[in-house]
């Protein structure tokens, strides 16, 4: 059993229960949640800022030391391949671990893999550097996942009926975090040299670790009987899997293709190619919230929201070059209007992933409580993962032979593919309930002529 229990029953998860609830729990928040959040948003804030703080001068610092551009990219793409691999890990053995533990630890050692990454140009150049750089860059992925894991299962049990809304509210935080990350990084690069940003930001991190060990409430729960493959199975969360897959897929696509494809088609210098990406970070962090809000207010507009989302995100991607065959001629003013509804639209394919699995999962048997919690949370993780080393990797490859209009057309169609699955599948469970509850009409009704009839003999 858990060791806080809420003094008004239990309730349902994901926001699926009362509005009147909901509206209650949003109107005053507790000590205790609001903590929660202070924690939740300064790992999002800081490991973000963190993460997104090589991109302006990691590359050419790497160079110096004898890495090649194969291998940088290799260092950038390990971070989702180990952050893919701990999410399964650390959403499996949460409970056993602590919550609490979890998310202090994973941000005490994301803080200081931080400073030591400042300490790098320390390193002898070629093999040695090259080896140090990538046992950083995954120690910092593996640390960075149990602070997030930790932090979602947290929110969830903290705000039961609000999950979409509190994690929506969040994305703002992270969006803060890469937006702030480079121009940051960038600034104190260029006033202080290598070592600065990282030793700056990680001692941010660190100096938040004993604030969190004293405001982060400490959840116990039950060891729970089910595994990641049971909930993966389930035919709903794998396809809202695969919805998750393709957005981070879709946004990783833009990070090694998008700048060049600014700097090479409309010659802007390079410090107003960070203003291009802004549309996209900015959009996104502002509609998030509205749209976990309308999420756990309305939790049957969910599905909509997921469909609706991934069609408009496919359009948007069609529109980013735009695609060759749509004759639509490439303009500055054009690029970012789209990503504007990008951002847009990315929030509502994503916010409702989380909500939608959990609840998925409590219908199935998934007992209430961290343990599946923790398997939701690190199922996200991992599928996010997936679409963010394959999204970069398959979108640097796809720039190089077909270029950048072409390349971003056949991005859109996974988010196409992803909108029409789930569209589809939210109908056929639709005319399957219905058909369900005409069948338990019928069956009822014939009860009762049995009970008429038995009555008059």
């Not at 200081?112 to 950083?136: K, N, R, S």
């Not at 039950?222 to 909930?231: A, C, I, N, P, R």
């Not at 490439?330 to 394919?349: H, P, R």
Request: proline share 6%; aromatic share 12%.
């Amino acid at each position: 059993m858990d060791s806080l229990e809420d003094p008004e029953g239990p309730r349902p998860p994901g926001g699926d229960g009362p509005p009147g609830g909901a509206m209650e729990t949003s109107r005053r928040l507790s000590r205790e949640q609001i903590f929660v959040l202070i924690s939740a948003a300064s790992i999002n804030l800081g490991s973000m800022m963190c993460y997104s703080i090589l991109g302006p001068f990691f590359p050419k610092e790497a160079e110096k030391k004898g890495a090649s551009n194969t291998v940088i990219g290799m260092i950038f793409g390990c971070y989702a391949l180990f952050d893919f691999l701990a999410s399964l890990v650390f959403g499996k053995y949460l409970v056993h671990i602590g919550a609490k533990f979890m998310f202090v630890a994973g941000m005490f050692v994301s803080g200081a893999v931080t400073v030591l990454f400042g300490l790098l140009d320390q390193v002898p150049e070629g093999p040695v550097f090259i080896a140090m750089c990538f046992l950083l860059r995954i120690t910092d992925a593996v640390s960075f996942e149990a602070a997030i894991t930790a932090s979602s299962s947290i929110l969830a049990k903290t705000f039961p009926n609000n999950v979409a809304t509190v994690l929506g509210s969040l994305e703002t935080f992270s969006g803060l975090g890469l937006v702030l990350g480079p121009p940051l990084g960038g600034f104190l690069y260029q006033s202080f040299g290598y070592e600065v940003p990282f030793i700056f930001l990680g001692c941010i991190v660190l100096l938040m670790v004993p604030l969190n060990m004293c405001i982060l409430p400490n959840y116990e729960s039950d060891k729970g009987k089910h595994s990641f493959w049971k909930l993966i199975t389930l035919p709903k969360v794998a396809f809202l899997s695969f919805v998750i897959t393709s957005f981070s897929s879709c946004f990783g696509f833009l990070d090694p293709t998008l700048s060049l494809f600014v700097l090479e088609k409309f010659n802007l210098p390079a410090g107003y190619v960070g203003l291009v990406f802004l549309g996209l970070a900015l959009s996104y962090a502002i509609s998030s919230p509205l749209v976990g809000l309308l999420s756990d207010k309305m939790p049957h507009l969910r599905k909509w929201l997921l469909v609706f989302g991934n069609l408009t995100l496919a359009g948007c991607y069609m529109l980013l070059g735009p695609a060759p065959f749509l004759h639509i001629k490439s303009q500055l003013w054009l690029l970012v209007l789209i990503l504007v509804i990008n951002g847009i639209s990315a929030g509502m394919s994503l916010i409702p992933t989380f909500p939608e699995i959990l609840s998925c999962a409590h219908e199935n048997g998934f007992e209430e409580g961290l343990s599946t919690l923790g398997l939701v949370s690190g199922l996200f993780g991992a599928m996010w993962s997936v679409g963010a080393f394959v999204g970069p990797t398959l979108g640097g490859f796809l720039y190089e032979k077909i270029g950048f209009e072409w390349a971003a057309a056949l991005q859109g169609l996974w988010a196409l593919a992803s909108g029409l699955v789930m569209g589809l599948f939210y109908l056929l469970e639709h005319l399957r309930r219905r058909r369900r509850s005409e069948l338990q009409n019928i069956l009822g009704t014939e009860e009762e002529r049995t009970a008429l009839l038995s009555d008059e003999r």
